[in-house]
């Protein structure tokens, strides 16, 4: 390991066998932009701070160039409610979102397979998020629920349909952006 500042530039760069990061840094080494990347010379991490905390975008890549994840900071504090990975492919892999029903939050995490189809979801309630609240699968069009429902999720089948109703609007608001 080595480390390397250069003062008169404003950047320090540490490096290992597997990766190195670069710092980009204001006079004082408050502000900074925080770069990792793989040996093969592909960024891997990108990060913002300001005043020493995460702020605005953090960004993860595959080692063949491609976005993974992309979040939203402000002062330290995670602004996404919703987060998207992707694939080495650039198809979406993992999906997820906090919806509100019932004075409620729920967790939804939304899977999908072979080129970025949609294929199941699993609903978490956020006061117990270690048990699944309602899983679903979508088979032939349908959502069909899976094996392991929680046994007091009476109202499953509505929050599913609450997450339908959001994943349309979600996706809808995508997809005019690009018409855009």
């Not at 702020?55 to 976005?67: D, E, Q, T, V």
């Not at 072979?114 to 978490?124: D, M």
Request: net charge positive; charged share 25%; aromatic share 18%.
């Amino acid at each position: 390991m080595f480390e390397m500042t250069l003062s008169e530039t404003n950047y320090k760069i540490t490096a290992d066998l597997l990766q190195y990061t670069k710092i980009l840094y204001d006079t004082l080494g408050y502000d900074s932009l925080v770069q990792t990347y793989y040996p093969n010379g592909q960024l891997y991490k990108q990060y913002n701070y300001l005043n020493g905390l995460l702020h605005g975008k953090a960004l993860i890549f595959h080692s063949n160039g491609r976005l993974q994840n992309e979040k939203h900071y402000y002062f330290g504090e995670c602004t996404d409610s919703q987060c998207i990975y992707y694939d080495m492919f650039g198809f979406v892999e993992l999906e997820s979102w906090i919806i509100h029903y019932k004075k409620r939050d729920f967790l939804c995490i939304s899977d999908y397979g072979f080129y970025g189809k949609l294929s199941a979801v699993r609903i978490y309630d956020c006061l117990d998020p270690q048990v699944v609240y309602a899983g679903f699968m979508l088979v032939d069009g349908k959502w069909k629920p899976r094996n392991h429902h929680y046994p007091n999720a009476r109202d499953a089948k509505r929050v599913l349909k609450h997450y339908q109703k959001e994943y349309a609007k979600r996706h809808l608001k995508d997809e005019t952006t690009v018409q855009q």
